[in-house]
């Protein structure tokens, strides 16, 4: 390892070490500001509206997008555009987060002034308790006026990292608050590495299944099996309910006399089923563990009739693996 590598190293420790001691200014300096804030927000009937200007513009945007992909509808609005017109995406039914961390940013004066004019909630976020910004909110919650992890004190960056912890802290109360579930979340976020985790297997699963009776004959079976080409077949009884499966291992196992036989005498009993409300990853993880390539989809409060049939295939096409 060369000696620049060594001071990078030493850099990039140091950064993080003082804005972990700003994280933890900020948790200790949480106060009911915090609480009034979601309650705030919670009774709001429209959206929330997140302004800053620089880099708390940055920050709020990021913030914005965390409300809104986790149940609270919110919507970032530039503060120097809001003055070009965008006011009136701010309505009375909406309440205001503003950022700044002087809380003196002049961009913001015209946001402020609409929110006061028109007696919309505004929640002030900054650094200095006697600031116009947080004077004038509703809600004021003030910032621990921590290092910056620069080493000049001009740069933002311990400050702005206590800004996305803030928002963060708030949409993750009004998501414990509001119940919200990953279904929810998938919901909002259908797309992606996240939306795929969270796909379930109703999402993914084939409706026209190779089902076969317990009576019918190996030679229909095997037809079934080739015509579906799902590499198996279900067995049901008289009343509909999957009583077997029948795989290569199967046939291999009944070679001899084969086509002497039924369904029933060749399949294998009891086998491993998934819910269709079950999470696709989860059905990835039982095919991997038992080492196959299909799942029937029954419901267990149902009448034990196959509703589909999940091949892993059809997961990893989903970006489920």
Do not use: W, Y
Not at 23 to 41: T, Y
Not at 70 to 90: I, K
Not at 249 to 271: C, I, Q
């Amino acid at each position: 390892m060369t000696s620049s590598t060594t001071d990078f190293l030493e850099t990039a420790r140091r950064v993080i070490a003082v804005e972990r001691a700003g994280l933890a200014q900020l948790s200790d300096s949480l106060d009911a500001s915090f609480g009034a804030a979601v309650d705030l927000i919670l009774r709001a009937r429209g959206r929330v509206i997140v302004s800053g200007m620089g880099k708390s513009g940055h920050v709020g945007r990021k913030i914005a997008a965390t409300l809104a992909s986790t149940g609270t509808p919110a919507q970032f609005v530039h503060p120097a555009e809001a003055s070009h017109g965008d006011l009136g995406m701010v309505t009375e039914n909406d309440v205001a987060l503003v950022l700044s961390n002087s809380g003196e940013t002049p961009e913001l004066s015209d946001i402020i002034a609409h929110t006061r004019r028109f007696t919309i909630p505004l929640i002030g976020v900054a650094s200095r308790a006697d600031s116009t910004l947080l004077r004038q909110s509703d809600v004021a919650i003030v910032l621990p006026r921590a290092d910056e992890a620069c080493g000049t004190g001009v740069v933002p960056t311990t400050s702005t990292t206590m800004t996305l912890a803030l928002g963060d802290a708030l949409a993750v109360a009004l998501m414990e608050h509001r119940q919200f579930t990953p279904e929810h979340f998938r919901t909002f976020h259908p797309g992606g590495k996240l939306g795929a985790r969270l796909a379930r297997v109703a999402d993914l699963m084939h409706a026209d299944m190779p089902l076969v009776g317990e009576d019918t004959p190996m030679g229909e079976v095997l037809l079934t099996i080739s015509q579906k080409g799902f590499g198996v077949a279900g067995v049901t009884d008289a009343a509909g309910r999957l009583t077997g499966i029948i795989t290569d291992g199967d046939l291999r196992r009944h070679m001899e006399g084969l086509l002497s036989l039924r369904a029933a005498e060749v399949m294998t009993a009891g086998p491993r089923t998934i819910d269709p409300g079950a999470l696709a990853e989860k059905a990835v993880a039982a095919m991997n563990a038992r080492k196959i390539t299909c799942l029937f989809v029954v419901t267990p409060e149902g009448d034990g009739a196959p509703q589909g049939i999940l091949h892993i295939h059809d997961c990893l096409r989903a970006g489920v693996a």
